[in-house]
């Protein structure tokens, strides 16, 4: 069975360019997190899907920030415009059902850099 | 809101000691513990997971962990570590009001010695 799958792996972009992240998650999982993780820190969840609904994006900076997760299966990141402070790996996982108690997978991440 | 605490950042310990690794949540409710592990180069993955009943959880690769109500905590232990688990761990809680959203912890990272 194939795992989360996310793309690009790594990033490098100047501040104030825009930056996309791609995930794909594990078939059937209906439910779709993106999470942050800084460096020396623990994940921190940015927006939860159920299907293609946000359910819990209230940690996502929506000024620069917006995702989608059209037809309730992959679903891409956006930051416009980046600044320093986003420099970070950002994670994506899923689970079969959004109800507490299911384990959730995580795909490899994307380290961010910006200049 | 919920928050978890590891309270060693870094440890280092030789093969063949024994491990124990802190978490602390400040949840007052039903909680799900779970604790993470995360290998050079590769993603998180679960090492165990608790949510109810025999309060001792046994998880892969001869973890366990052992959840306190009491004490709040949901501490990892090995009773003997290999070069292998050289790794980042990361305890996380579920609050059972939350959904299946995960509180992370800061994480610990491990390095063992040949």
């Not at chain 1, 990033?11 to 800084?38: D, M």
């Not at chain 1, 108690?101 to 795909?107: K, S």
């Not at chain 2, 310990?13 to 400040?26: D, I, M, P, Q, T």
Request: proline residues 5%.
């Amino acid at each position: 069975e194939a795992g989360v799958v996310q793309s690009p792996r790594y990033k490098i972009i100047e501040k104030k360019q825009p930056v996309a992240f791609w995930c794909n998650p594990i078939s059937g999982h209906n439910t779709l997190y993106w999470y942050r993780q800084n460096l020396g820190q623990g994940p921190e969840l940015l927006i939860r899907y159920e299907n293609e609904e946000a359910v819990d994006d209230s940690q996502l900076p929506k000024d620069r920030f917006s995702a989608e997760r059209l037809k309730g299966v992959d679903s891409t990141l956006k930051i416009q415009p980046a600044e320093l402070g986003d420099s970070a790996v950002y994670l994506c996982a899923s689970s079969l059902v959004w109800t507490s108690g299911y384990e959730q997978y995580f795909g490899p991440g994307t380290r961010l850099t910006v200049t | 809101a919920q928050s978890v605490s590891q309270h060693n950042h870094h440890v280092i310990l030789s093969e063949a000691a024994s491990l124990e690794l802190g978490c602390n949540y400040s949840y007052g409710g039903t909680v799900n513990l779970f604790w993470y592990v995360q290998y050079p180069g590769q993603h998180l993955q679960l090492l165990l997971k608790y949510f109810s009943g025999d309060p001792l959880v046994k998880g892969i690769k001869g973890f366990e962990a052992e959840f306190i109500k009491s004490k709040f905590s949901f501490n990892l232990r090995k009773p003997s570590v290999q070069w292998s688990d050289t790794a980042e761990y990361f305890c996380a809680v579920n609050a059972g009001n939350a959904g299946n959203m995960l509180t992370f912890g800061g994480g610990t990272r491990l390095m063992v010695k040949p």
